[in-house]
């Protein structure tokens, strides 16, 4: 019963290294999305993909980039990390198909960059 | 201007209290409303959701919505310490869409 599956859980990276924040779903979903979550703001929108083969942006996708491997897997990649990046990020996949669906989140990536 | 507003608080409330927890939305197509709880250091999970005006009650929990005034709305009945969490309202057009969250603090 593993539901969404993120790893790492904990990262500290230094300016200007690169990374690959991995989510893994293992309920058929079509949608999975990709967040961060910092003090105030909420959960923020990065990337989101509706299904195998699409993805599209969010509300904050200046410095990363996604990849939709496959319908169990959507990763995220850091390119060179900035301080700015600096957050929890969270993974998430819904059901979809025009209803209500529940998103299911994984546990989360604490990321820190010195 | 962010297509969900959210008062982030801190709110505090003695137990047993009624709580109110609200949201407003600036796109009129957005069809459904949920709400989540996020404990600490967890992932978010599905507390509520609703598609049309009006209410719906779970429980201690209910969600309103307004769709004419474009608000929506938490409230929690004899809220008790276990109540203390992060709600996040949710919106869904082509994406989903939290808002800022509301951090809620039940005292005993």
């Known amino acids: 019963n593993a539901g969404v599956t993120q790893t790492p859980k904990f990262q500290v990276l230094k300016t200007g290294q690169s990374m690959t924040l991995q989510c893994a779903q293992d309920m058929n979903h079509n949608s999975m999305y990709w967040y961060r979550q910092d003090p105030g703001m909420g959960l923020r929108l990065i990337y989101y993909?509706?299904?195998?083969?699409?993805?599209d942006k969010g509300e904050v996708p200046n410095g990363y980039n996604v990849s939709r491997l496959n319908k169990r897997e959507f990763s995220l990649r850091l390119e060179s990390a900035a301080p700015s990046q600096t957050s929890v990020y969270f993974c998430a996949s819904r059901g979809g198909g025009g209803r209500i669906a529940e998103a299911f989140f994984g546990q989360g990536t604490r990321l820190t960059v010195v | 201007q962010k297509e969900v507003e959210q008062d982030p608080g801190p709110l505090s409330v003695p137990e047993g209290a009624i709580v109110s927890l609200n949201c407003t939305y600036s796109n009129s197509a957005f069809q459904y409303f949920m709400w989540y709880r996020q404990y600490s250091r967890k992932g978010p999970e599905l507390l509520m959701y609703t598609y049309s005006s009006g209410n719906k009650e779970d429980g201690r929990f209910t969600a309103q919505v307004d769709k004419s005034s474009k608000y929506i709305s938490l409230f929690i009945r004899d809220s008790q310490p276990s109540d203390s969490a992060t709600y996040l309202c949710a919106i869904e057009g082509n994406k989903l869409v939290f808002g800022a969250g509301t951090i809620l603090r039940v005292k005993s």
């Open positions: 993909s509706a299904s195998e083969g699409t993805t």
